[in-house]
């Protein structure tokens, strides 16, 4: 069975940081792409981060580069996102997603919520 379960997300004052995880189960993580994505309150789901199955390098919406960081660890079919300096435009749920030519799984999400 497919699973992708996110977790780390909750209450946090402006400035802060947050480290989300994703742990994958059920498919082959080393061969798939993954990204974390974003859906605040009446908006539209916002791509934020990348790392394929190719290339460890991360990739970045620009608006995230500076205070993101995305990591993957294929020995524990997990990936996470650290963020720093949070703000309170940051509150939304955060999705992870695997994909590869043939399928695209997610997540449930995790809640993020920056207030003061």
Not at 25 to 49: D, L
Not at 55 to 70: C, G, K, L, V
Not at 97 to 113: E, F, H, I, L
């Amino acid at each position: 069975q497919v699973q992708l379960a996110e977790s780390g997300g909750g209450l946090v004052q402006p400035g802060k940081s947050l480290r989300l995880s994703c742990a994958a189960s059920g498919f082959p993580f080393i061969t798939y792409n993954m990204r974390w994505y974003r859906q605040a309150p009446g908006k539209e789901r916002e791509w934020v981060a990348e790392i394929t199955s190719a290339d460890p390098t991360p990739i970045y919406a620009d608006s995230f580069e500076a205070r993101f960081t995305m990591s993957r660890d294929n020995a524990r079919n997990t990936v996470y996102l650290q963020m720093n300096n949070l703000k309170v435009e940051d509150t939304a749920v955060y999705l992870c997603n695997a994909y590869n030519y043939m399928n695209d799984y997610w997540g449930q999400g995790t809640q993020v919520t920056v207030s003061s």
